[in-house]
């Protein structure tokens, strides 16, 4: 088969993919509701619970779609009472947007974008909230910021008060070992293109059965996003309740594989790597980032925008980008930075060769002799 050109993708995912992925999708095409292509979404559905939880008791529900939609159809689909959403970046912030677009009643608890959450005053919050909360949701790794927000403790909180609790697990799943039982999670939210370094379109929400299962009795405030529909018309029928996106489901499966032979433990390893690497490098050369190491996911990084009057985010941008390597603009309104992922198919060497050309832009620009 022919090769295809390497990109280094440094952006929060899509991120780089094997050679063997990307082939992967070249498959003889094949109508999804054939038994042999039921076969690759229950392996798929399967293994994707695996990784957190007991498939005897938790469940993985598929959308084709970004991964957005499964955060949505979580939010539109199971809350009966009130909601607390935890804002502290763009992605939780996106939460509350979608809480507003299906008018939940929800309480927006706004902590620090850069330091970890005040798990006292949010005990407090949830005492005296104006009224009943039957759900929390927080984002696990907020890809903004790169900033860790820990589950585990939030989880407690959650048991403490019968909350049931949301956990929007895009950017870490796959990276960071989650154990959905353990940390008391009901619902967590994925896509395939990030640490599982598959293809995009593909999104899923992993949930507690028991609790889906009880959410069919909450009237659906949409269609094509209902989760309950979704997972019911599937566990009776074996096929996807719509035409799923069959090429992407070929490449998660391997993709899947190939997670299985690396371990999740093995492949944080190696993301780790890469960040020390880009943040030794970035410390070199005077750069400075957001989020203290203390409660950094170690995956994406905001780097504060060197002060040099040559600056500019496109023209580094560009430059980069003609050498193979594709970096992303910030997203916080206040504090200027832009930022560079280290997940997917990648090393720490390319994050070495990455930094050397990062230096190259900042002496062009006299940042740096
Ligand atoms: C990537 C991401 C999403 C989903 O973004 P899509 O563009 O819809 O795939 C949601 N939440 C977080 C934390 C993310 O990093």
Redesign the pocket.
């Known amino acids: 088969m022919k090769n295809i050109k390497r990109n280094i993708l440094l952006n929060?995912?899509p991120a780089t993919t094997t050679a063997s992925v990307k082939h992967a999708q070249v498959v003889p095409d094949i109508c999804p509701r054939e038994q042999e292509f039921g076969d690759v979404i229950e392996f798929v559905s399967t293994k994707l619970t695996q990784f957190i939880a007991d498939p005897a008791q938790y469940v993985t529900v598929l959308f084709g779609?970004?991964?957005?939609?499964a955060?949505e159809s979580i939010l539109s689909s199971v809350i009966d009472q009130g909601i607390l959403i935890i804002n502290n970046g763009a992605?939780g912030k996106?939460m509350c947007e979608i809480a507003d677009a299906y008018n939940l009643r929800y309480i927006e608890f706004q902590s620090s974008l850069t330091e970890p959450i005040d798990l006292q005053q949010l005990d407090t919050w949830i005492q005296q909230s104006a009224f009943a909360c039957s759900h929390l949701a927080v984002?696990?790794?907020?890809?903004t910021t790169g900033l860790l927000n820990d589950i585990a403790s939030i989880g407690g909180l959650c048991k403490k008060y019968s909350m049931d609790f949301i956990v929007?697990?895009?950017?870490s799943y796959a990276a960071i070992p989650i154990h959905m039982k353990d940390m008391n999670i009901s619902y967590l939210?994925a896509?395939s293109?990030?640490n599982l370094q598959g293809m995009?379109g593909i999104?899923f929400v992993i949930a507690c059965t028991e609790k889906l299962k009880a959410s069919r009795e909450i009237k659906p405030k949409n269609y094509y996003l209902h989760l309950f529909s979704q997972y019911d018309y599937y566990s009776l029928h074996r096929q996807t309740r719509f035409t799923p996106p069959v090429q992407t489901f070929y490449a998660l499966q391997q993709a899947i594989r190939e997670l299985e032979v690396e371990t999740v433990e093995n492949r944080y390893a190696r993301y780790v790597r890469s960040w020390e690497t880009l943040v030794s490098g970035c410390n070199e050369m005077g750069l400075e980032y957001l989020v203290p190491e203390h409660s950094h996911a170690k995956l994406i990084t905001a780097i504060k925008d060197p002060i040099c009057s040559g600056y500019d985010f496109m023209e580094m941008h560009d430059f980069l980008y003609s050498n193979g390597y594709t970096i992303y603009p910030g997203k916080l309104a206040n504090h200027h930075s832009f930022r560079v992922a280290n997940i997917g198919d990648i090393t720490y060497m390319d994050i070495e060769n990455f930094l050397k050309l990062l230096a190259e832009y900042l002496k062009r620009i006299k940042y740096i002799q």
């Open positions: 929060p995912g779609s970004s991964g957005t939609a955060v992605y996106r984002v696990h790794h907020e890809t929007d697990a895009m950017s939210a896509s293109n990030k995009p999104s």
